[in-house]
Every structure is written in structure tokens, then in C-alpha cells.
């Protein structure tokens, strides 16, 4: 059975620095392209990063600078670290291995003065 636990959610301040993470069990990350997706307030969705097998990183012009993801082939953890954190930065956030059929379960990010 495959699942994939996220770390929980949090209320951060702007200018803060954040990192999320999402282990697996039942998969191997490691085969896999994991994307970060976030939903905002107002139901948008989109894509934070990327990160390939091969661990070639990729993201979204408007994230380029301040989110970075990164793979634990041990932990069989990826990681999305968000840094200089702003309000509409506040959404759930998820992780999707491509393929897989499954995602994390999403958590809540906050991000108020």
C-alpha cells in the first residue's frame, strides 16, 4: 500500500523560511518525478518544483529564487524548502510522485504578519 505522510501544517510570518517534506512507503521515490503542488484560498492550483530521477530540479518562473526541492533517497523523503515566504504564499501544499496514483494528503501553510 503506498502512502505518503507530509509534514503538518504551520503559521509562518513573512520573510520566514519553511521546509516541508514527504516521505514515502510503498514506492521508491527515487524512480520517480516528485512535483510540489500548492492550492490557494481561492482554489487555484499550480506548481511549485519539480524534481526528476535523475534529480534535475525544475520550477515555475515565479518560484525560481525562493523554493528549492530536494531528494533523501535514504529517508525516501522529497523536500520542497521555501525561504522569504510572502502572504500568497499561503495554500495547502502536496506532493505528487508522477504515475504513482497516489499524493500526499496536503497540509497547510499560513503565512500572516
Known amino acids: 500500500q503506498v502512502q505518503l505522510v507530509e509534514s503538518g501544517g504551520c503559521s509562518m510570518q513573512p520573510g520566514g523560511s519553511l521546509t516541508r517534506s514527504c516521505t514515502a512507503s510503498?514506492?521508491?521515490?527515487?524512480?520517480?518525478?516528485v512535483n510540489w503542488y500548492r492550492r490557494g484560498p481561492g482554489n487555484q492550483h499550480e506548481r511549485v518544483a519539480s524534481i526528476t530521477a535523475r534529480d534535475t530540479t525544475n520550477y515555475p518562473a515565479s518560484m525560481t529564487g525562493r523554493f528549492t526541492i530536494s531528494r533523501d533517497i535514504v529517508k525516501n523523503t522529497v523536500y520542497l524548502q521555501m525561504s522569504n515566504l510572502k502572504p500568497e504564499d499561503t495554500a495547502v501544499y502536496y506532493c505528487?510522485?508522477?504515475?504513482?496514483?497516489?499524493w500526499g494528503q496536503g497540509t497547510q501553510v499560513t503565512v500572516s504578519a
Open positions: 510503498g514506492i521508491d521515490l527515487r524512480v520517480y518525478t
Open positions: 505528487d510522485p508522477l504515475g504513482s496514483g497516489s
